[in-house]
């Protein structure tokens, strides 16, 4: 994992902030809080839910000016509404070109919130979508001549790739 302890924001960031961010990422403090159940923690108001996105917006922007930062969020059509709500603020307030938000997921579902704020961000200019092409029969080919000794294993590999991953390069792995 990312030793957040050696990341330090730039500057001054207000503590206050620090602290907010450290609801969603405990490992930036000094001491981290001790285990807590899930219990221990309410459900935020839309007061606090807000100051902990400010609170990691300011951390973000902050580490941007260290050098270049990228946030990945992978697999966000799973993400609930509170995440894609994060996305949606971060992206918005992302004022530093080196700051990059870089978001995987699979072609939106009929309704929901990233349904939503997909098309939303894109009219802001704030969204940049890249539509990777399948793999060729070729790719697929060397990625089974790489995982198979023999030939003949490679060949199969190869059909069996073709017909069950359909050039996706995740389904590969």
Known sequence: GLDWTGLRPAGELVPVWLADAARL???????????????????ASAAEEARVWEGLSQLLQSLAQQGPVTLLLDDLHWADAATVGLVGYLARR?????????????????????TRLLPALAHEGRLL?????????????????????????????????????????????
């Open 25 to 43: 990422l405990p490992e930036l403090l000094p001491q981290p809080p001790g285990r807590l159940e899930a219990a221990a923690y309410p459900a």
């Open 94 to 114: 992302a004022a530093s070109p080196r700051l990059a938000l870089l978001l995987t997921a699979r072609p939106e579902p009929a309704e929901g919130a990233l």
């Open 129 to 173: 979508r890249l539509r990777p092409a399948p793999l060729t029969r070729d790719d697929l080919r060397q990625v089974a001549g790489r995982l198979s000794a023999a030939q003949a294993d490679a060949e199969r590999l190869t059909v069996w790739l073709s017909e069950n991953a359909e050039g996706n390069p995740y389904f590969l792995t």
